[in-house]
C-alpha cells in the first residue's frame, strides 16, 4: 500500500492534495510548502558528496489549495567546499514563497578529542487528562 501523496507531480507543476491543507481555509500548510521547497532543492541540485547544512524558508503570502504551484531552483554558488541553492514558488504568476538551501562538503571527522558534556533531563511529567 502507498502513502498518500501531498503533491502530485505532472511535469512542470505539483497539485497540491487534500493533505496539505492548512489551518486557514483553502491553502496550503506553511510546512508542506517548505517542504515541497527542500525537496525540489535536492532534486534540482544535491550531490551524493553534499551535505543539507540550512534551509531557510519565507513565506510571502498564502498559497491556495486550488491551483497548482511551480518551484523553479537555481544555483548561485557551486564551490569546492559548498554549495548555496536558491528557489521559488509561484503559483498562478505570482511568488508564494522562497528558500535557500546551504549544502557543505562531506569531510572526515578530525582526529582527536571531541567536545562533549553530560547533560541529565528532568523526568516526563505523566500524561493527564
Do not use: C
Not at 93 to 117: D, I, K, M
Request: proline share 9%; aromatic share 8%.
Amino acid at each position: 500500500m502507498s502513502s498518500p501523496a501531498f503533491f502530485v507531480f505532472d511535469g512542470d507543476a505539483f497539485t497540491p492534495t487534500g493533505w496539505v491543507r492548512g489551518p486557514w481555509g483553502q491553502t496550503i500548510s506553511g510546512n508542506y510548502v517548505g517542504g515541497l521547497l527542500g525537496h525540489v532543492i535536492e532534486r534540482d541540485a544535491g550531490d551524493a558528496e553534499l551535505q543539507p547544512a540550512r534551509l531557510t524558508v519565507d513565506l510571502f503570502r498564502p498559497a491556495s489549495l486550488t491551483e497548482p504551484v511551480r518551484v523553479e531552483t537555481a544555483v548561485v554558488r557551486d564551490g569546492r567546499r559548498l554549495k548555496l541553492v536558491d528557489a521559488v514558488m509561484t503559483q498562478a504568476g505570482r511568488v508564494v514563497a522562497r528558500a535557500n538551501a546551504l549544502f557543505l562538503r562531506r569531510g572526515e571527522q578530525p582526529s582527536g578529542n571531541r567536545f562533549t558534556t553530560t547533560v541529565t533531563m528532568p523526568p516526563v511529567p505523566p500524561l493527564t487528562d
